[in-house]
């Protein structure tokens, strides 16, 4: 009998293989069904790595959204063209006056909805290129600063010219950056020198297991429900009916009381709660996530957005 799979994988990615290349075992192991990660981890990084499985390949972006954190090493005194050291390697200025408390008052400069320039070598599209592609052929790539939020930056260590910091933010920042503009503003360059990513949203590394530790035998098992990945939704429970219903596409009775409260964000009125987006996930009886709705508070409905079937293997 032919499994469908349908699940979370939390894996903890080794130093020295691509995301593409842990998916790809991850692949062979759940044919026929997809497998797609959510964030890339370069080779010279490690931890948390969320791949979802069948049906729940739908859910990458929303697991994408989750907040991550770090823990990055650098050393003071060089450049790199990659902003780390797989790069090409250049002298720096001198770091001999610097020390820990110098560090800890430019961090605040980094926290925040801030401004952040990509790395020349990363992975934004240029005219239809990866940078790195362009990089790698020794064009200089002008990349634009794009926003990202830095919720917290704490430097948990600092022998000179090493230091280290626990980062906390949200998708779409690049770590390396953050250590590039900070060598930047000492004025005597820094690189990235290791990275380990702690956790994304609910996935924890200290929960996540090796791609090595995978086999036919036990990939079922591993998987964790997809629900996971939006446990910070409201839930609807769907009756027989409703279930019927958006799994034709069509819209259930939103059963009242949402107001919008903030930014399109929206509020049960009785509900004493942080407001929430328009999203909810929609669950049926065996508690499974069915899809993701989204709520329509002018009309008192519910709209399916992404319809699934229950998370069985079978």
């Not at 919720?151 to 950056?177: A, K, M, W």
């Not at 590394?205 to 990939?219: K, L, R, V, Y």
């Not at 939006?230 to 958006?246: C, G, K, M, Y």
């Not at 034709?248 to 004493?272: E, K, L, P, T, Y």
Request: charged fraction near 20%; include cysteine.
């Amino acid at each position: 009998m032919t499994l469908n799979y349908c699940g979370i994988l939390n894996l903890d990615k080794p130093i020295g293989l691509t995301s593409r290349d842990v998916v790809n075992r991850v692949a062979r192991l759940v044919r026929p069904s997809k497998a797609g990660h959510a964030g890339t981890l370069d080779p010279l990084a490690t931890g948390v790595l969320v791949v979802c499985v069948g049906h729940a390949t739908r859910l990458i972006a929303f697991a994408q959204e989750g907040q991550k954190r770090y823990l990055a090493r650098f050393q003071l005194g060089q450049f790199s063209n990659t902003d780390d050291i797989t790069g090409t390697i250049t002298p720096g200025g001198d770091v001999s006056h610097i020390e820990r408390a110098h560090i800890d008052a430019l961090v605040p400069e980094f926290i925040g909805t801030v401004s952040q320039v990509p790395p020349q070598f990363s992975a934004i599209h240029v005219c239809g290129q990866r940078a790195y592609d362009l990089a790698r052929r020794g064009e200089t790539v002008d990349l634009a600063a794009r926003t990202v939020t830095i919720h917290s930056i704490i430097v948990t260590d600092f022998q000179s010219p090493v230091f280290e910091l626990e980062i906390v933010c949200g998708s779409g920042t690049y770590v390396r950056s953050i250590g590039r503009d900070l060598g930047h503003r000492l004025g005597c360059g820094a690189i990235m020198t290791h990275l380990r990513r702690q956790a994304v949203g609910p996935f924890d590394a200290n929960n996540a297991i090796g791609p090595e530790e995978m086999t036919s035998d036990n990939i079922e098992r591993l998987l964790q429900p997809a629900i996971k990945v939006v446990s910070h939704f409201p839930q609807r429970q769907l009756t027989p009916d409703e279930i019927i219903a958006i799994r034709r596409g069509q819209s259930i009775s939103g059963c009242g009381g949402w107001q919008v409260v903030s930014s399109g964000s929206v509020q049960h009125a009785d509900s004493a709660t942080e407001p929430v987006g328009t999203r909810v996930a929609l669950i049926g009886a065996d508690r499974l996530l069915l899809g993701i709705g989204e709520i329509d508070v002018s009309n008192d409905c519910i709209r399916p957005r992404i319809v699934f079937p229950g998370e069985s293997s079978s």
